[in-house]
T-cell receptor
Framework: DGGITQSPKYLFRKEGQNVTLSCEQN?????MYWYRQDPGQGLRLIYY???????QKGDIAEGYSVSREKKESFPLTVTSAQKNPTAFYLC??????????????FGQGTRLTVV | GENVEQHPSTLSVQEGDSAVIKCTYS??????FPWYKQELGKRPQLIID?????GEKKDQRIAVTLNKTAKHFSLHITETQPEDSAVYFC?????????????FGTGTRLTIIP
């Protein structure tokens, strides 16, 4: 069954702790993205990556870090420097075919709460 | 900069009526314009998309129109039904330093009134 999987579905973090959200895809997609969604708001881009060992900051990268050691994996770490991390996090992937953009597939999301 | 503006932020229509959501984008090089639907607590899913060489695309009750000159595109839902209630997002890709950045609008919460 192909797709993009995020884990965990719910995550609780104490203030001052780093936490890592997992994102795995078996679609053989080149590009992967992390978005943050706050209640009643849109999808804001945190980081994105088009190839292994390379990634770019999005619009709200401060307090977050990522890695892309394997094509199928793009974990997101929420560091203690992120002052307001409580949100719904969505991972997505797309296939790159030169100049033609293709459909983005989303994971089921991780809801992170700071306690 | 790379920007996608979406309007309105909320929209309520009577069941059976039509709904229209509009987006504008900033980069004239963008060539792909998808629309996603997100139901409560679920992941966004693609409902329709259009490429820059086409002006309109239809799929049953939904359609998307594109005006490249004005840099805007719209989602049209006809004969609305209760299951159309959801948040809808438009998106556009922006090419930056050889990397493609997929940027979304701020979303429209559509409510269908029975």
């Amino acid at each position: 069954d192909g797709g993009i999987t995020q884990s965990p579905k719910y995550l609780f973090r104490k203030e001052g702790q780093n936490v890592t959200l997992s994102c795995e895809q078996n679609l053989n997609h080149d590009a992967m993205y992390w978005y943050r969604q706050d209640p009643g708001q849109g999808l804001r881009l945190i980081y994105y990556s088009q190839i292994v060992n390379d990634f770019q900051k999005g619009d709200i990268a401060e307090g977050y870090s990522v890695s892309r050691e394997k094509k199928e994996s793009f974990p997101l770490t929420v560091t203690s420097a992120q002052k307001n991390p409580t949100a719904f996090y969505l991972c997505a992937s797309t296939q790159l075919t030169g100049v033609v953009t293709t459909e983005a597939f989303f994971g089921q999301g991780t809801r992170l709460t700071v306690v | 900069g790379e920007n996608v503006e979406q309007h309105p932020s909320t929209l309520s229509v009577q069941e059976g009526d039509s709904a229209v959501i509009k987006c504008t984008y900033s980069d004239s090089a963008s060539n792909y314009f998808p629309w996603y639907k997100q139901e409560l607590g679920k992941r966004p899913q693609l409902i329709i998309d259009i490429r820059s060489n086409v002006g309109e695309k239809k799929d049953q009750r939904i359609a998307v129109t594109l005006n490249k000159t004005a840099k805007h595109f719209s989602l049209h839902i006809t004969e609305t039904q209760p299951e159309d209630s959801a948040v809808y997002f438009c998106a556009a890709p922006f090419l930056k330093f050889g990397n493609e950045k997929l940027t979304f609008g701020t979303g429209t919460r559509l409510t269908i009134i029975p």
